[in-house]
């Protein structure tokens, strides 16, 4: 199975680039994932990245990856009040089974301050 | 459009009890996803439905169950209650299996007391 690790907190003050960091085990992660979940909500999807890219830029959100070190962050710039939330790095593996089968971290919880 | 539904919102239910979640997918999706998600933690994954059949079960007691139904909506079924299930619910559509974006309902919010 895959294992995934996020940072638990981060504190940024608004207007400021954010910059949140997963790390992976299995090589084999295909779809790799950053939803956004506000108190009291479900997730929210924010955007994705297939394994044989490098970067996908969405507005104000910038996806890296980098396979080799097993390594994916997620850059909201511009960071405002309303980006505060927790983040969640999720994986697939198309090789197994479950080919739905999410695989999450613990999340990032993200404060921004005035 | 709307997007995924879940009832009840909140429900408070006794150890031993049984407890029926719904969840109905967005229009056009035929994949329905099931996830708990433990008050600080990330989501697990329970099931996965693809017209109407199983097609992933995640490290979960028999317990839990789930069905598809022939509108695509699902229901996710717990037996015998224990403390430890209290825990926010979780249901995603997707179009298909395999690597489609999933798009998450607001959950259900359980209490075993």
């Known amino acids: 199975g895959e294992d995934v690790e996020q940072s638990l907190f981060l504190s940024v003050r608004e207007g400021d680039s954010s910059v949140i960091n997963c790390t992976y085990t299995d090589s084999s992660s295909t779809y790799l994932y950053w939803y956004k979940q506000e108190p009291g909500a479900g997730l929210q999807l924010l955007t994705y990245i297939f394994s044989n890219m490098d970067m996908k830029q969405d507005q104000r959100l910038t996806v890296l990856l980098n396979k080799k070190d097993k390594h994916l962050s997620l850059r909201i710039a511009d960071t405002q009040t309303g980006d505060s939330a927790i983040y969640f790095c999720?994986?697939?593996?198309?090789?197994?089974?479950?080919?739905?089968?999410?695989?999450f971290g613990a999340g990032t919880q993200v404060v921004v301050t005035p | 459009d709307a997007g995924v539904t879940q009832s009840p919102t909140h429900l408070i239910k006794t150890r031993g009890q049984h407890v029926t979640l719904r969840c109905s997918p967005i229009?056009?999706?035929?994949?329905v996803s099931w996830y708990q998600q433990v008050l600080g933690q990330g989501p697990q994954f329970i099931f996965q439905?693809?017209?109407?059949?199983?097609?992933g079960r995640g490290n979960f007691p028999d317990r839990f169950s789930a069905r598809q139904f022939p509108n695509y909506s699902s229901e996710l079924n717990v037996n015998a209650l224990l403390l430890g299930d209290s825990a926010l619910y979780l249901c995603?559509?997707?179009?298909?299996?395999?690597?489609?974006?999933?798009?998450f309902g607001p959950g259900t919010r359980l209490t075993v007391t």
């Open positions: 995603a559509s997707s179009l298909a299996t395999g690597g489609y974006e999933q798009y």
């Open positions: 439905y693809y017209e109407k059949e199983e097609r």
């Open positions: 229009s056009g999706h035929k994949s």
């Open positions: 999720a994986l697939t593996d198309l090789t197994t089974d479950s080919w739905g089968k999410l695989q």
